[in-house]
């Protein structure tokens, strides 16, 4: 199928349908950033152009986007997600692995419910709609599909969040949630961004450290403090065995190259001594140098640091999970 549009057009609905569908609202030069990584393609050359592209290039386009951003676990299209999926269940099929032309056919027959069921709202027929994991696919062909223009179902979204805002606002974003310190879009989008952690505002880098640990059973606060010497995040705990737990955190968002300096580290435990905090954390987008790291093990459990690999860490254990319908079954 080909559509002939002028380029803009084509930008415009791409970048509009990757926010609708992942709740994301990303600039046209974060696309074209994105997009990059693809060979030149159809949004390369004079906007007012009229052309004429095959919708799997528009397609193609969109599930990068998607993927970049954290919606999808992978950039795979259409028919290679409908071919893993019978791939790994080839029991339930009863196929053999050597059986190809069996293969294409129930992949072209699944692939036809999936499109019926994601435009018409259609229900498969029962020979698809009792398999294991088959709810799970669904959705991610409907995640994928650029004709299903409808935002997932599975989500309670206040409108589309500006990507921008996750670097240049400290306010907290208006989140689905309203205990919500750092939406799961944004995790979801450093989680696949790991690189642009260090670029995030240093405001939000104290949301997501407050996020962290309340999605730990914390009860947190991010406070209103701006001097480098106080305390960012106060998370504190009932446990039934230990008693009351308070854990006093201090982020630093700091490039890479400009590590944690054992003097910062000296001055913050200066201050959780004095409070009578059980544990001072020092969360970092950076690193400690090895006189930081020296002193935190000196202090034994009373003091101990999180620097950016423990970051990517956190956001890897709050992402969303997309791909569970497409693991192997047991056979």
Known sequence: ???????????????????????LAISESKAFAFLDELSPGWWIGEKSEVIRIDMLD????????????????????LCGVVVRYVNNNLNLFNIAETDIMEKIEIVSMLQHHLVKNALDKEALPKEFSTLPGIENLAKE???????????????????ILPLDDLFDKESIPNASSPDCYLDQRYIDYLSSQTDELGDIHWR????LTGEYFKRHGYEVEVTVGRRDGGIDVVAKKHDPI??????????????ENNPVEVDSIRAFWATVDDSGATKGIIATTSRLTSGAK????????????????NIKGWLQSMKTSHNNALQRTSR
């Not at 409907?142 to 989500?155: A, C, G, L, Q, T």
Request: net charge negative; proline share 3%.
């Open 141 to 159: 062909f409907k995640d994928r599909y650029v004709f299903h223009n409808e935002m997932p179902e599975s989500v309670d979204w206040n409108g």
């Open 1 to 23: 199928m080909h559509i002939w549009s002028p380029r803009q057009h084509l930008i415009d609905n791409v970048i509009d349908l990757v926010g609708i569908k992942s709740g």
């Open 204 to 207: 939000q880098f104290e949301y």
């Open 242 to 255: 230990t008693g009351p737990e308070m854990i006093l955190v201090q982020c630093k968002k700091y490039s």
């Open 58 to 77: 528009f397609e193609e386009a969109f599930i990068h986007l998607m993927y970049k951003v954290g919606a999808l676990n992978d950039d795979e299209d």
């Open 294 to 309: 020296d002193y935190c093990k000196a202090k034994m459990y009373r003091l101990d640091s999180a620097d950016n690999t």
